[in-house]
């Protein structure tokens, strides 16, 4: 694909659900970031993998949030037991390697009620 | 830790008027500085970077190190330049790319 693929778009949970965010970089990437957006603020690092190696996942905020990309391609992040601070816009980027700029997707948007 | 202030949420302007977008960052060491724009209804994307120099749609940053600043500047802007900026910082050699909280900037006819 052209650009970096981010689906649902859009997902409407109740609290306690779990939800899987799916991203398709691109191809060829191998550097994969995850962001959170809440409304009125901008990105917050969530984690990185380089390839299927998640070597930063300092910004994950607690332990139900989980991430992976086990072929080092397609990365899923899963939110275990939904709260409602958990709504916010989930942005996930591949990073081309030749000069480090970030593609972003558009960005699920995660609605918890 | 880094950190990336923007300290306008929103700034208006007329049309052929100068716009300066504020920021400031808190690092120790080395870093580089970016400006990312989401127009509306697109996907956030890079607009300039410190260390091109370079000016793209007409606008310019210069990294002050002496005031850790990064103010992003455009002499005549234009209605297509309302968007959402962000400035954000990478220490290099890093992964964490920190984003400030945006400025949106509205261009009046």
């Known amino acids: 694909g052209a650009g970096v693929s981010q689906s649902p778009r859009y997902k409407v949970a109740k609290r306690g659900q779990d939800v899987a965010l799916r991203c398709d970089p691109i191809?060829?990437?191998?550097?994969l970031f995850w962001y959170q957006q809440a409304l009125g603020q901008g990105p917050e690092f969530l984690t990185y993998?380089?390839?299927?190696?998640?070597?930063?996942k300092s910004g994950l905020p607690s332990d139900r949030f989980f991430a992976e990309r086990p072929e080092g391609s397609v990365s899923t992040l899963k939110i275990q037991r939904t709260q409602q601070e958990d709504s916010a816009v989930y942005l996930c980027?591949?990073?081309?390697?030749?000069?480090?700029?970030?593609?972003f997707g558009e960005g699920s948007r995660l609605t918890v009620l | 830790a880094q950190r990336v202030t923007q300290p306008e949420k929103l700034l208006s302007v007329f049309k052929g008027a100068p716009v300066e977008l504020k920021c400031n960052y808190s690092?120790?060491?080395?870093?580089?500085l970016f400006w990312y724009v989401q127009y509306s209804r697109q996907r956030l994307q890079l607009l300039l970077r410190?260390?091109s120099r370079e000016s793209i749609k007409g606008f310019t940053a210069d990294l002050n190190k002496g005031e850790t600043s990064f103010h992003l500047k455009k002499p005549f802007a234009q209605e297509e330049d309302s968007a959402m900026y962000y400035c954000?910082?990478?220490?290099?050699?890093?992964?964490?790319?920190?984003f400030g909280a945006g400025t949106r900037l509205t261009v009046k006819p």
């Open positions: 410190h260390i």
């Open positions: 993998f380089q390839n299927e190696a998640q070597l930063d």
């Open positions: 191809s060829g990437h191998v550097s």
């Open positions: 690092y120790s060491g080395s870093p580089e």
């Open positions: 954000a910082l990478t220490p290099l050699g890093n992964n964490d790319m920190r």
């Open positions: 980027a591949s990073r081309r390697q030749s000069d480090g700029e970030l593609f």
